[in-house]
């Protein structure tokens, strides 16, 4: 296969072209706009985490000066439709459907639930606004956690749905579980826990709504991973026609999930623009953030493991229960990916699988990077508590279960193919770059000094995209669309619907398509954030590489084709006979024809031609991902344990990697690393903690600790060979990987260091307090 | 509400800021210098650090009227018309950075820090920079945008 041939710019660590600006302080996040007229919206916010609304009164807050609005939430839903929550609709959820308005009415679900909104000439006196309203609150018992949730005593959030579940029980099986069980040498049961923690980009969520009431137009800046969805979301809810609502978004300070569709509050916001007929401004703070924005993972399992002595996994049998929060998010949709990833890259006969979704009083469940990660952390921690319950080598097992790559290859029991899968290959590198013996004869010398070190390891495959399926095709995560257009300047220009938020897509898919089309990088432009311009898209689920970069490459392809056919009629030769290379056009083998791009579109520009020459170079390209592929790899950690603090130093971290073909290796392991730096806080420093009458007790950097540059080691990154599934496309996605695989790498290593204690780890959140406790419970006996 | 005077990115700036504004929102909404960016007001993330009277400061923290008389520099003040410095320079060749929401904290507290350590190690960078977070890149390449920044100082060094 040709694909991965050395090429100018793709493979190359090409400088962003975003830096220039993001360097000088010239970056245009949603909180620099500024429009003429514009106000200033700030939110009243429950602080009851489940109550009755017993009434809201907003008069004294219109009476201070500065104040030019305050709405409650029945003003609120005067002037909007009621409707489903917008992702949850255009992902085409088919379980409960809670009713809810944009502002709390009857009653409010967390701490944090917006009950008004204040309009001001500034932010601080919308806060001074907000500071005088009055709201008459009638307590209610708080369900905060899933045990009192799935009670049917426990007061439903949502009259509509009568309980607390989010998504009814439902079980699978597949391949035959009873008779795996059946005939296993050993059966163990384990809990797990995964807690909760959440996004936190460095840019909390916010938007511009701005109502031209004359054209009835709403325009609305987001900060967003999807203008697309953005408008559909905010169009939906204020009861407009599509095509009357822009959204237009620059720079986006980080999301990992979070900004996705619109929020209660951005659509609140967008409403009282509407009706007051000036722009508005809503920016959350980080106590907003924090607390209103949404959470994620915390979910329960209770896994039952089928085992041979010599230490195959057979079978698992899997309960989960996520807490999704009190408003609709993502939560109700993760346990259905949980599943069907729950194999992983292992020969698994076996997979019972059953969950509920319910509903809490806490921040909603929102996608957070790498949504079903929890599927990775529990079967990672799984088979490092299988070896130790059989004395086996935990790097050993994965070996040994781990499915080889086959041809026809063998799939996951739940159903897609293994196709391409490097697992093997990555578990033999990392044991290549880590020597393992040398590291237990220093273990056991630092053992006898009193301290603990402990090494993990653990292997993930995602689907980024994933194998070529045939019914994959439409919706929000289906084809990628892109036009591509040689303008009158000779730039071709890439009009895609993905929104980049720290991704670098106006450098990645440059170099894809300057290579594709000949031209030099420079002469490449990537055009994103307006749904005026560009098509449906939506930066997710780490699809951009392969559904992106492909549809820059045959879009590329497709427009080179359309450029020649134009230039073979000027040159008046065949189309056969011209190449592009460093922008200029030239019949191979004589270069004094050469002729620059930029003049060829100046040249198409400038007609009119005859009718069969068709002068408009411009293609509308969709792409369906070609075969597809998995991402992939094994990472290990190695930590040091202070079992007189807690501490735990994460002395050294090796991923072995498999993404597919690199577009920039740079921006890949910068993907990398800020993915297992969020795996590192999630297990050392991250909760979203709430107390057990649902205050929220993690509303500032004081309490939500993050990992800083000192808690984050160097990262070593090994890019493996990958298996080349597709004649052109083999980039696969690799924004997630790092935060799925590093939490059960950190883990086991924790596990690790603390066996000399007798300690199993069945969670994820090891902040020193909780290491001493599990060292001491051990000591007990416990 | 008094006026207040500033000298800004060299240029004297005039505002009447009422006295709870912070110096990182009249920067912003006063001077339209968007560059300093606010993730936390409560000092604790950094993405709102300048430099007032030669030492980098959270301006979340800090009140406009308590910058009156100062010199501050901001993000937008470090190169000329728009250009590169030679730690934004390095750190553009080192892929430091990828949203840029954290980045001009990270910029100005390097600055600052260089100035004052021109022969930082990587532990005494790391430990300098842990009061700015970042979400996105685990750090390690704006470690190495400094490292580099300060390497080719000492390369220039005649």
Known sequence: MAAIAAERYTGASIKRSEDPRILTGAGRYVDDIKLPGMLHAAFVRSPMAHARVLSVDVSAARELPGVVAAFTGADMEAMTVPGPDALMALMGWAGPMPEFTLLATDKVRFVGDPVAIVVAESRY????????????????????????????ASPPLFANLGDNIARPHARSEFGDVSATFAGADLVTDFHIDVHRHQNVPMEGRGCVASFDAGQGVMTIYAATQSVHVTKIAVAMRLGMEQDKVRAVAGDIGGSFGLKIGASREELAAAAASR????????????????????????????????????????????????????????????????????????????????????????????????????????????????AKDLGLDPFEIRLRNAAPRTDPPASMITGRPLVGVTTL???????????????????AEARAEGRYLGIGVATFIEAAPGPRTPEAGSGPMGNEFMRLQLT???????????????????????????????????????????????????????????????????????????????????????????????????????????????????????????????????????????????????????????????IVTVERYVAAEDCGALINPAVVEGQIRGGVAQGIGA??????????????????????????????????????????????????????????????????AIEDALSPFGVRIYEQHLPPARILELIAAADLGG | MDAITMRVNG???????????????????????????IGCEHGVCGACTVIVDGRAVRSCLMLAVQAAGTEVT???????????????QAMWDSHSFQCGFCTPGFVMQATAFLSDHPDADEQQIREALSGNICRCTGYQSIVDGVLL??????QAQP
């Not at chain 1, 699988?353 to 509903?359: M, P, Q, R």
């Not at chain 1, 620059?596 to 170079?617: I, M, Q, T, W, Y």
């Not at chain 1, 540059?709 to 890019?719: L, N, Q």
């Open chain 1, 125 to 152: 006196l919308a806060e001074d606004g907000c500071e005088l309203v009055e709201v008459d609150y009638e307590d209610l018992p708080p369900v905060v956690d899933a045990a009192f949730a799935l009670d049917p």
């Open chain 1, 275 to 386: 009706h007051v007929g000036r722009p508005v401004k809503w920016v959350e703070d980080r106590g907003e953030n924090l607390s209103a924005s949404g959470q994620a993972r915390e979910e329960s399992f209770d896994v039952r493991a089928a085992v041979s002595n010599d230490g195959d996994l057979l079978g698992l049998d899997v309960k989960m229960v996520i807490d999704t929060g009190s408003y609709p998010g993502m939560g109700a949709m993760v346990p259905g990916i949980v599943e069907a990833m729950f194999p992983g890259p292992y020969k698994l006969a076996a997979l019972g699988f059953e969950s509920t979704a319910v509903t809490t009083n806490k921040a909603c469940y929102v996608a957070y990077r790498g949504p079903w990660a929890s599927e990775t952390f529990v079967r990672e921690r799984v088979l490092d508590l299988i």
């Open chain 1, 425 to 443: 290959e990555a578990l033999e590198r990392v044991a290549q770059l880590v020597d393992f013996p040398a590291f237990r004869r220093r273990q």
């Open chain 1, 488 to 646: 009158e300047d000779g730039i071709v220009v890439l009009f895609t619907g993905q929104m980049p938020h720290g991704q670098s897509h106006q450098t990645t898919l440059a170099q894809i398509a300057a290579d594709e089309f000949g031209v030099p990088f420079e002469q490449v432009r990537v055009v994103v954030g307006d749904t005026d311009v560009v098509p449906f898209g939506l930066t997710g689920g780490s699809r951009s590489a392969t559904m992106t970069g492909g549809v820059a490459l045959h879009g590329a392809r497709q427009l080179k084709a359309k450029v020649l056919d134009f230039a073979a009629h000027l040159m008046e030769v065949s189309p056969q006979d011209l190449l592009i290379t460093d922008g200029n056009v030239w019949v191979r083998g004589d270069p004094a024809t050469a002729i620059a791009v930029s003049e060829v579109a100046r040249r198409a520009a400038s007609g009119p031609f005859d009718g069969d020459v068709d002068a408009k170079l411009e293609v509308e390209a969709a792409f369906d991902g070609g075969e597809g592929g998995w991402s992939g790899g094994t990472h290990c950690a190695i930590v040091d344990v202070d079992v007189e603090t807690g």
């Open chain 1, 683 to 748: 297990v050392l420093l991250e909760r979203s903690a709430y107390a057990e009458d649902g205050s929220f007790q993690s509303a500032t950097f004081m309490d939500y600790l993050m990992p800083t540059a000192c808690d984050v080691p160097r990262i070593e990154i090994e890019h493996l060979e990958t298996v080349p599934l597709d004649a052109d496309v083999n980039f696969r996605g690799v924004g997630e990987g790092g935060m799925i695989v590093a939490p059960p790498t950190v883990v086991n």
């Open chain 2, 11 to 37: 240029a004297t700036c005039t505002g009447s800021p009422e006295a709870r504004k912070t110096l990182a929102d009249f920067l912003r909404d006063d001077l339209n210098l968007t560059g300093t960016h």
């Open chain 2, 74 to 88: 901001t993000v937008e003040g470090l190169a000329p018309d728009g250009g590169l410095g030679p730690l934004q």
């Open chain 2, 149 to 154: 920044a300060a390497q080719r100082n000492r």
